[in-house]
């Protein structure tokens, strides 16, 4: 008996959005990187393109992140303090696609620094790597509004990721990436809806939707992922079939998310039926990455360099 | 939903005028507006008023295509008219239509398939339009048999169920709604479901109302091509939501807007 051919056809795509600018295109870059494009769902490639490869950006924090544990903060212990040196070590040690500056230090809670402080960051961080840079604001929308328009101005040309805009707050860093050449992440707190309805409101300040990344913020483990999933893989089938306010590619926040787990930071002593913590809190942030995959995610955002190892690996078996 | 724009049709007065004087304004502006509203095609129907048919056909779809990229409707019942309309054609192209009948479909599926086209096949042969779901329903067996023995693409195939004017025959509409459903299930994919929906409340009072009323009733059964009034605003708005209610987009709050863009 012939097996029929259950294979489905799709008639959109996720768009496909370059990243970073070279010195020919007005930025300083080296490497850019070129993210979306799939007409099929991740790992099902005998139904269309599968688009390009997942990419893993790297967090770099302007201050110190207090909240670590000695497993994530342990190997970069010796550059915590040097937000560009950190970056290098990503990049040149642990092999980062991009990195992923978050400047918490500018929240009014957690040291307040001003948008010079931040400029500053992101200049020695530009000189240091040559990837494409994410800019990610510290999500208190009145002070990120004061600091990310000075920021992107000082990338103007580099083609970096800004985030993030809101549904109700995403005016101000519209208006300046679309000035200073930038792409933009939208995010929506797990709600498709509200991330239709985001990337519309940018689309109608004249914002191409080729230039937006959606952000649906990210559950780890244990703690929300298959809500994540299963939006991030509604928005991928909505963009396969057309619907082009849901056709931009998709970032995740797994670090963050997964070293806040009590499975991945606990100490051995508290809990020793759980295995050593070297291994658990990087496989922890694995899991969360390579499960999140399969929903369909362009950018991972990524902390300890033993799951970014492994994510790459898994990321160039599968495609 | 896939609609198509009817308005670019010598019934009209101003489309008539256009093509007697070969005066291109008015079909440019069909053209645009129709495509601003959302139209998936522009059907192109030279009417009866043109003394040359031919050479009226070639030269609607010149000026359209000369104005905008959006996909063309060639809507004649007569073969060399339609033959002379693919012969300019540029832009992607839906074919308006054939009967059910075996030779019919043989010829304007081969035509079809060497203009890459689409084509409309309405549920109607040389005995006349069937009364009842099950003769309507031999006619699609038999269009989707050919289709599959030419190697057609399903997917390209507009199913015309022949709707009738609510005034002529009251008891035909609502039998669509079970053939828009059985059709949906015949072939994997299945092909597409359409009707002329301005046809259906023509002459009535409450023309918008019905044709509205009728699309968005048909739409939970399948129904999902139309020939319509595009321009209808409240029309096109109750196709999208009753399809936003029946899940076939994402809700927004500006689905509205978003759609219209």
């Known amino acids: 008996m012939e097996i029929p051919n259950v294979a489905d056809k799709w008639t959109g795509g996720v768009n496909e959005i370059t990243l970073g600018a070279t010195r020919d295109k007005g930025g300083t870059r080296e490497k850019t990187v070129t993210i979306g494009g799939a007409k099929s769902i991740p790992f099902m490639d005998f139904e269309g393109n599968p688009g390009h490869k997942p990419v893993v950006a790297m967090d770099v924090y302007d201050v110190p992140p207090e909240d670590w544990p000695e497993t994530l903060s342990k190997p970069f212990a010796d550059v915590m303090n040097d937000p560009a040196k950190w970056a290098k070590k990503c990049v040149e040690q642990y092999g980062a696609d991009m990195i992923c500056l978050k400047l918490d230090g500018i929240h009014p809670d957690k040291g307040d620094k001003s948008a010079e402080d931040a400029v500053k960051t992101v200049k020695s961080i530009l000189a240091a790597v040559s990837v494409p840079l994410i800019i990610w604001g510290c999500e208190h929308d009145e002070k990120d509004n004061e600091v990310m328009p000075k920021v992107s101005q000082a990338a103007k040309g580099e083609n970096c990721l800004m985030g993030i805009v809101s549904q109700n707050s995403y005016k101000t860093l519209t208006a300046t990436c679309l000035a200073d050449g930038h792409c933009i992440i939208t995010m929506a707190p797990v709600d498709i809806n509200i991330g239709k309805q985001v990337n519309i409101l940018v689309s109608e300040m004249d914002f191409p939707l080729n230039r937006i990344v959606m952000f649906q913020s990210t559950g780890a483990l244990g703690y929300g992922l298959e809500y994540t999933y299963s939006i991030q893989e509604r928005e991928r089938l909505a963009a396969l079939t057309g619907d082009r306010m849901m056709s931009m590619p998709v970032i995740c926040d797994v670090g963050h998310e997964a070293w806040r787990a009590k499975e991945a930071k606990s100490d051995d002593n508290e809990v020793p039926q759980w295995g050593p913590r070297e291994e658990r809190g990087p496989l922890w942030e694995a899991i969360t990455a390579v499960s999140l995959l399969q929903s369909g995610v362009d950018i991972i955002r990524m902390n300890h360099p033993k799951a970014v190892a492994a994510v790459k690996k898994c990321i160039n078996r599968l495609y | ?261």
Not at chain 2, 6 to 31: S, T, W, Y
Not at chain 2, 109 to 120: F, G, Q, R, V
Not at chain 2, 230 to 240: E, I, Q, S, Y
Not at chain 2, 247 to 257: I, R
């Open chain 2, 1 to 261: 939903m896939i609609s198509i724009g009817e308005r670019i049709n010598g019934m009209f007065k101003d489309v008539r005028e256009a093509i007697k004087n070969k005066d291109p304004k008015a079909v440019r502006e069909l053209a645009i507006k129709q495509t601003d509203a959302g139209a998936s095609f522009l059907d192109v129907n030279v009417g009866t008023a043109a003394a040359d048919s031919i050479g009226a056909m070639k030269w609607l779809i010149e000026v359209i295509q000369d104005t905008v990229k959006t996909p063309i409707a060639i809507d004649s019942q007569k073969y060399d008219v339609v033959k002379a309309g693919l012969s300019v054609i540029k832009n992607e192209v839906l074919i308006n239509s054939t009967k059910g009948d075996t030779e019919e479909l043989d010829k304007y599926m081969n035509l079809s398939k060497d203009y890459n086209a689409s084509l409309i096949c309405l549920t109607m042969d040389k005995c006349g339009i069937p009364q009842d779901i099950e003769r309507r329903m031999e006619i699609v067996m038999k269009i989707v048999e050919k289709a599959v023995e030419l190697e057609f693409d399903l997917s390209k195939i507009y199913i015309d169920t022949v709707l009738f004017p609510i005034n002529v025959d009251q008891k035909q509409p609502a039998l669509m709604f079970e053939i828009f459903n059985q059709i949906k299930m015949i072939s994997d994919p299945p092909p597409h479901r359409n009707v002329g929906l301005s046809n259906f409340s023509q002459g009535t009072k409450e023309k918008r109302l019905l044709a509205r009323t009728f699309l968005t009733m048909g739409i939970p059964y399948g129904l999902d091509a139309a020939v319509m009034d595009v321009l209808d605003k409240d029309l096109m708005d109750a196709a999208l939501t009753a399809e936003i209610i029946m899940n076939q987009h994402v809700y927004s709050d500006s689905y509205l807007t978003a759609c219209r863009k």
